[in-house]
């Protein structure tokens, strides 16, 4: 598995959320501009606006490490002022630059190595009627693209 994902849990400092809002799109900023590895990097808010989770996921790690690199001055912003109680969960098997950043940083980290997952199936031949749908459908009677590993 070269993908690499994260999860950040965050939590905003009291009366600071419209600051932290505007924060947290300047980071976004950042990311758009700078990062060549990054797949998705989404900011979900509690309905009470006191805590925030960030579900990231890169190519690898070490796009983790460039994108860490790039938001470094807005990150120490964000932290300075906006939110704390900064915990990560790393998913995938971590680079050395990566280990060494997270240990630098001083970030509460949780690693998780993958046991199993969801992998597209292969494709199926498809008769004169349509496609093979070999008896596996959602709910919609379409064929389910996923399997086990």
Known sequence: MSKF???AHLKVRDGQ?????????????????KDTGTLAYDWFLSNDGTECEVHESYVDADALVEHALNV?????????????DHQMAFYGDPSPRLIALVNKIG???TWFTLLQALEPAPP??????????????????LPLPWRAR
């Open 17 to 33: 959320l419209e600051g932290f809002k505007r924060q947290a799109s300047e980071m976004m900023r950042v990311t758009r501009e």
């Open 107 to 109: 970030v509460d980290a």
């Open 72 to 84: 470094r001055d807005a990150r120490a912003v964000m932290f300075a002022e906006f939110a704390y």
């Open 124 to 141: 199926t031949e498809r008769g004169p009627e349509g496609p093979e749908l070999s008896g596996r459908s959602s709910h919609r009677g």
């Open 5 to 7: 994902e994260a999860r």
